[in-house]
């Protein structure tokens, strides 16, 4: 066996997975605060990477700015997103909501076909492809930098996480009706949670727009973020981050044992597998937490 060979997939793994935490962070914010998993969360990746491109290259913007007015206004349309549709189904079953972020990932998907068609466009963030060597071991830059991105806004949530608001945000996914009691705004804290989560959408496009070119297909990577977020625990950031490690290593390396004896494609089926049989054996996650209720 080559080790060097197999320490290069487990590295490049590894940098992968954490690209799937970014679609994990922005999964798990949603549910902190509605204990809803957002099934939109590909579609807003989608939309951010677009929009970046829009004004980076149909409206000439520097990259330096685009970034930051694409997450502007995709913090304004998490808002939008709970004051217009979220909110009115306050109080319904969660099986409605699920349906509504189902159904508003096929509207994005629809209207970004619409506006910019299908064919897929660069991002072109400036980051070399030049061949980056550990020893012996290559290392992809751009999954390099987004693994920093993801570590980045992994430290920024936890220690929002303990400011006075982010307790808020606990509170609410905790009990709709003790956080109501006391005080607190419940919409705005659900609406916050969207913001925040489509900013995040930002982050995971322009990483992954570079990486696969920005399409349909960005929407996608929706089922591998799913599965990091219920691998780590659906309410935990640090969750998201190490289940993206080690959903990155299991399908980088798998993938190299596997494709040879199935003709190849079987990165997807070993996600799969992961997510059903996390859902069957550890249903909370390795991280989550496990709510015990006495009927």
Partial sequence: MDWIFLSELAINGALTGLLYSLFAIGLV???KASSVPNLAQGGLTMLGAYVVVALSHDAGLPLWLAIPLAALFMFALGFGIERVALRRLAGRPVVMILMLTLGLDIFLRGTTLAIWGGTSRSMELGVSYDPLFLGDIFISRIHLVGAAVAIGLFVAF???FRS???IKLRAIADDYTASWSVGISVERGVGLSWALASVVAVAAGVIWGEVQGVDQSLSLLL???LTVAVLGGLDSILGAVIAGIILGIIENVG????DPLVGGGSRELIVAAVLILTVMIRPHGLFGRHDIERV
Wanted: proline residues 0%; positive net charge.
């Fill in 223 to 225: 089922l591998k973020g």
């Fill in 255 to 258: 993938a190299d044992f596997i």
């Fill in 29 to 31: 914010l949603i549910y």
């Fill in 158 to 160: 936890m220690l929002f």
């Fill in 164 to 166: 006075r608001t982010g």
